[in-house]
């Protein structure tokens, strides 16, 4: 199932007319999700009310926004993909709390980049980073601003295996869409090194981790990009002439966007196209199903 997550924004039309389009093409349900943060219209501690979800000026509000926001979301959805099986979440709470919990059954989140204070925040890094950097599945933020299709997905790979999942993904869509995929690894070279031997370290390294992949994705075009950069300056780069920027995180816990890491978070601003943030397992936590 994909789980896209709306709020009325330009951002997160953008994000639906995405989510639907991966929906059809990995013959996935895509359910919509809305969340209602009802804390601003809490009783007071001092007793005094201010409103509620069910009840008040403000719950009113809020309930009938909700419903406006969910059956447009669900309109665009069917005219850009009529096939795709649609369902729609109306559900209390904050969006990151709202969305980890959505992430426990889901294959893939998809939010806009920047909202109206509700899945996106009014700047990159607040309820985008925190979902990005919380939900155990792969998080697809897109940008609102149209762009023509290029047909290349570009990934980041380092030299740790947790690196191994973003590729999967990357590979996966690849395949899915029919696209050309770049495998990208940055690095700055130690100054006392040669860097035709450093650079030819690096090669091997990323063959070592593209070879099952490889084996798996035959008929695919795989480009190997080695670059003496910082990771986020040639992701950004890269994603110029690209639809689609993954990267890994190397979360450490379950909460808290300090565990989405500088690349990821990095790339997330400032990446032109849509990036996928995809999170390694931790050790101590069981895989879950999606």
């Known amino acids: 199932m994909i789980v896209v997550g709306v709020d009325g924004s330009m951002t997160a039309r953008a994000a639906v007319d995405w989510a639907a389009a991966d929906a059809f093409r990995a013959h996935l349900p895509l359910r919509i999700v809305h969340a209602v943060d009802r804390s601003p219209y809490q009783v007071d501690r001092s007793g005094g009310s201010r409103g509620g979800i069910g009840g008040g000026i403000g719950g009113d509000t809020l309930v009938r926004e909700g419903q406006r926001v ?5 309109a665009l959805a069917r ?3 009529p096939l795709v099986e649609v369902t729609t979440r109306d559900l209390e709470g904050s969006p990151v709390a709202v969305l980890r919990e ?6 893939e989140i998809v939010l806009g980049s920047r909202g109206l204070g509700g899945f996106a925040g009014t700047l990159l890094g607040s309820v985008s980073a925190q979902v990005a950097g919380q939900a155990r599945c792969p998080v697809v933020v897109v940008r609102g601003e149209r762009r023509p299709r290029q047909g290349r997905i570009v990934a980041g790979v380092d030299d740790s295996p947790t690196s191994e999942p973003a590729l999967a993904y990357a590979f996966q869509q690849a395949d899915l869409r029919g696209s050309a995929l770049q495998v990208v690894h940055a690095f700055a070279p130690e100054i006392a090194r040669d860097l035709d031997e450093v650079r030819a370290d690096r090669h091997r390294v990323v063959q070592k ?8 994705y035959p008929h695919l075009e795989v480009e190997e990009t080695v670059r003496f950069a910082h990771p986020v300056d040639a992701l950004t780069a890269a994603s110029a002439e690209a639809d689609l920027v993954v990267v890994g995180s190397h979360g450490r816990g379950p909460f808290g966007a300090a565990v989405l890491g500088s ?10 196209c849509t990036v996928a943030v995809v999170r390694a397992p931790r050790a101590d936590v069981p895989a879950q199903r999606t």
């Open 209 to 216: 981790r593209l070879r099952a992949f490889r084996e798996r």
């Open 79 to 81: 005219e850009r993909q």
């Open 263 to 272: 690349v990821s978070r990095g790339v997330l601003h400032h990446a032109r």
């Open 102 to 107: 959505q992430a426990e059954r889901a294959d």
């Open 70 to 74: 969910l059956r447009e979301a669900v």
